[in-house]
């Protein structure tokens, strides 16, 4: 079995007296594409915050490829793990293509771009569909397009973990499908993927795994293969969730 790449050891965080998350413990293996999913307020962006040190845990420990999060340079970490937020706030007067190369920052030398650091980036925007922006400022673009441009970077920055908070944020139904469709490939290329969704279907469809947020903690943990077999966590959703088996794949649908 492949070692982990990314390990929660009994994380927990809380802001004064007030518990949001506890001893949530979890690992990822290189190739497994995670969903982690939950009601709002679950701690969801939180638990992505942590693992990607823009919050320190207020207990707990996050490894990266056998070390503490907080022991590794900001360039370390950097090239170890990429992270897109659920809200990012860029200098909307950038082009795109200048945004998709700070992805290659952490590898660049002395911040000059290489040819090498040109073409990861060109093709990291080929795959999410937004090459065609390249030369586009970023203000003139949709809350589509830009979330494309924004997924582009974390690609070119070749991270063997990749967190993702919604990453289908502002796309249409097409693009939602190629995003998880991307993201599945990269994991099938040896990425560790972990995304926060709240589709269901999406998750289901693409991903190899759940990690279901309840109760401030991590409630169920379980493959996607068989996680329709017992469909009781879909209960810490919505009670107007009910499972529909047809000729395909069954599917989850709403009531």
């Known amino acids: 079995m492949t070692p982990p790449v990314l390990r929660v050891r009994n994380v927990g965080w809380r802001v004064a007296t007030v518990p949001v998350l506890e001893h949530v413990s979890f690992d ?90 040109r073409r990861i980036a060109e093709e990291a925007m080929q795959r999410c569909e937004c090459l065609e922006f390249r030369r586009r400022i970023l203000a003139t673009l949709s809350g589509g397009e830009r979330q494309r441009v924004f997924l582009a970077a974390c690609l070119a920055q070749r991270a063997p973990v990749l967190l993702l908070d919604e990453p289908a944020t502002f796309l249409d139904v097409d693009q939602q499908l190629q995003c998880f469709s991307v993201l599945r490939a990269e994991a099938d290329r040896g990425t560790a993927c972990v995304a926060v969704t709240h589709d269901v279907n999406l998750a289901l469809t693409f991903c190899t795994r759940l990690i279901v947020m309840a109760e401030r903690g991590v409630a169920r943990d379980l493959p996607t293969e068989t996680a329709l077999d017992d469909p009781a966590w879909l209960r810490a959703f919505s009670g107007r969730l009910i499972v529909e088996h047809g000729d395909s794949r069954p599917r989850v649908r709403y009531q």
């Open 28 to 117: 990822v293996a290189p190739g497994e594409f995670v969903a982690v999913m939950g009601r709002n307020g679950a701690g969801k962006s939180t638990l992505l915050d942590i693992v990607a040190g823009l919050r320190a845990p207020t207990e707990g420990a996050v490894m990266l490829a056998d070390r503490a999060l907080d022991e590794m340079t900001s360039i370390e970490r950097a090239r170890t793990l990429a992270h897109l937020p659920q809200s990012l706030r860029a200098d909307l007067s950038m082009r795109a293509e200048a945004l998709v190369l700070m992805g290659r920052y952490a590898h660049a030398d002395r911040w000059f771009e290489s040819d090498e650091d």
